[in-house]
């Protein structure tokens, strides 16, 4: 975990509308036009455009619910390409942490960042990071500035409105009174039951949260709550972690485009759960000692007989290599499938996550060096190549249990048949 000196500023980036803005790099067309991006199996909205948001559309609404708007608007819709988004996002963190390396990755496409006062102007030096992440990749951002993480959040949220005109907010002494804009749900760690006892209390606003009393905010909510008093009030309770892990757990499921009764489809799709999961497991530097896996049918099908299970499997020995993991996998699914029942959906938890410098080693077991070795080897292949072009075999070719994108996007940056080809 990086120290922060006291003067330092603390600032968020935050892609706008990213999975909206990496479709729009590679087709200028739909810039400024209506646009959503929908989940697995083409099912719900995932990410909107602004002008689908001034529509009124929320975030997961199912698409045959605005169908009538789709038409009416002309609203280009897009099947998820997380091939796409993932890698654009590589490259906006690459260009972040090549000046600042002890920067905190929070999510897909947010991350922290300090500036220190005495050699930064904190808001020119965001309008140059801002610039340079929009030339070099063709995404806009926008950025939050305050004292604490906290009001760098705030802030940040009032960069996106209206009134600020450069996408850069920062928050001191001067204009603190922006936290009465703030509406108390909107503040970082706020949740649904907190907004409503908040409210009840006469509480309203970020300005008057800033206001409460600290140890009556403990006493009737929590330490955290404390915690997100004292940073509105400018104390740091909240350092910036440069060894961040995303995800306590890690969970990779997925609906069939069908219903599936085969034993071996199924298995192959656990499977490749299993392999996708160990993936985004050494990308975070982290093994399992614990995995969940679970089956069920269509629950909307009640002319069919339902059926649902979860198996936890306890590893005798933390791991992180695909082999194994797909191993365990298996061996959870061979445990709660049962015959004459057709499946709708299949999935993998991976839980009681430690960082690969906390494995504890065991006399009964031998930690699998090897096998570690060849699935990081594996993940450059498959990173430098695109997905799957090395998978193990009991994954099959996934041909029976492939999701429903009809609106795919090609993946411009991680397929050779997909990059764009120019014409002289």
């Known amino acids: 975990m990086s120290s922060t000196r006291q003067d330092n500023y603390i600032a968020i980036i935050d892609c706008n509308n990213f999975y909206v803005s990496c479709e729009r790099i590679f087709n200028p067309k739909i810039k400024e036009k209506p646009t959503v991006v929908l989940s697995n199996n083409d099912g719900c909205v995932i990410a909107r455009s602004q002008e689908v948001k001034d529509l009124g559309v929320k975030m997961g609404t199912p ?128 949740g649904r039951r907190k907004n409503r006892f908040l409210k009840i209390n006469g509480i309203y606003n970020a300005y008057d949260l800033k206001d409460a009393n600290p140890k009556w905010i403990q006493k009737h909510m929590s330490i955290i709550s404390r915690h997100t008093v004292d940073e509105l009030n400018g104390i740091k309770k909240i350092e910036i972690d440069s060894d961040f892990i995303t995800k306590k757990s890690i969970s990779t499921s997925r609906s069939f485009n069908r219903n599936i009764s085969d034993f071996k489809t199924i298995r192959s799709a656990i499977s490749s759960h299993a392999s996708r999961a160990s993936e985004k497991l050494r990308a975070q530097n982290s093994f399992v000692n614990s995995i969940g896996v679970y089956l069920s049918t269509n629950r909307f099908r009640s002319d069919l007989p339902q059926y649902r299970r979860y198996v936890n499997v306890s590893l005798p020995m933390a791991l992180n290599d695909t082999s194994g993991i797909i191993h365990a996998c298996i061996e959870g699914l061979d445990k709660i499938f049962k015959k004459g029942f057709d499946y709708k959906k299949c999935g993998i938890v991976l839980t009681d996550l430690v960082h690969k410098d906390q494995v504890q080693e065991s006399i009964f077991y031998k930690r699998r060096l090897n096998d570690e070795k060849i699935s990081e080897s594996i993940d450059v292949i498959n990173k430098t190549f695109g997905p799957d072009t090395i998978r193990y075999a009991v994954q099959g070719r996934g041909n029976s249990r492939s999701i429903k994108r009809e609106k795919l996007s090609p993946n411009y940056t991680t397929k050779w048949s997909d990059f764009l080809s120019v014409k002289i």
């Not at 996002?89 to 090549?98: E, F, P």
């Not at 600042?100 to 922290?112: G, L, T």
């Not at 949220?157 to 922006?178: A, E, W, Y």
């Open 63 to 190: 698409i045959f619910l605005i169908n009538h708007l789709v038409e009416m608007h002309n609203i280009n819709v897009y099947s998820s390409n997380f091939a796409l988004y993932g890698d654009i996002s590589n490259r906006i963190m690459s260009i972040i942490k090549d000046d600042n390396p002890d920067a905190e990755i929070y999510s897909i496409d947010e991350a922290f960042i300090s500036i220190n006062s005495r050699y930064r102007n904190p808001k020119e030096y965001c309008l140059q990071l801002m610039e340079k992440i929009y030339q070099w990749t063709g995404i806009p951002v926008s950025i939050g500035i305050g004292k604490t993480k906290t009001l760098a959040k705030v802030a940040n949220h009032l960069s996106k409105k209206k009134f600020i005109n450069d996408s850069v907010c920062l928050i001191d002494d001067q204009n603190i009174d922006l936290l009465k804009t703030v509406k108390v749900q909107d503040i970082w760690g706020i």
